[in-house]
């Protein structure tokens, strides 16, 4: 894993003390993503274009967006100062980098499970993801 770079390494206990603050910011992203979308939506039946164009370009068309649109990338600011990493908004994913062994791994956190249940390579995904010996109880899949 010597290719591999990672600014904090958490234990289970570390990354589970961060999820009562990561489900707020998760759900805030989940919110201000949908009322964002929704608004695209309502634009692209007005305007075909809207479809081919990113969101930097529709948010400079639509200031009315730049509300939204600011709160998830300081959303998105916070949980990477947190030192995690967000995978999808939508599923509510976060990686945690941790060393289980000599190796660098994700502990993976999915919103709406109380605590971190399991884990997978930094080359993985969250389809391979593999329970954490100690979990509580079986995980979200």
């Keep these: 894993m010597a290719d591999h ?19 707020v910011l998760i759900r805030d992203l989940q919110d201000n993503a949908g ?11 007005a305007d075909d274009k809207i479809d081919s164009m ?10 009315d967006l730049k509300g939204a649109a600011s709160r998830m990338a300081e959303i998105v600011g916070e949980i990477e100062e947190l030192g995690c990493y967000l995978k999808d908004i ?9 060393e289980m062994g000599e190796d660098v791994v994700f502990l993976c956190w999915q919103y ?10 930094v080359e993985s995904g ?16």
């Design 54 to 63: 990113r969101l930097q370009e529709i948010v400079e068309l639509h200031p």
């Design 126 to 141: 969250f389809g391979q993801r593999r329970p954490l010996p100690d979990a509580s109880k079986p995980y979200l899949n």
């Design 112 to 121: 709406g499970e109380r605590e971190v249940l399991a884990w997978h390579s």
């Design 90 to 98: 939508d599923l509510g994913l976060i990686d945690f980098a941790s």
């Design 35 to 45: 009322s964002l979308r929704e608004r695209i939506q309502e634009l692209a039946t």
């Design 5 to 23: 770079h990672f600014p904090k390494l958490f234990s289970a206990d570390e990354a589970n003390s961060l999820i009562p603050r990561l489900e």
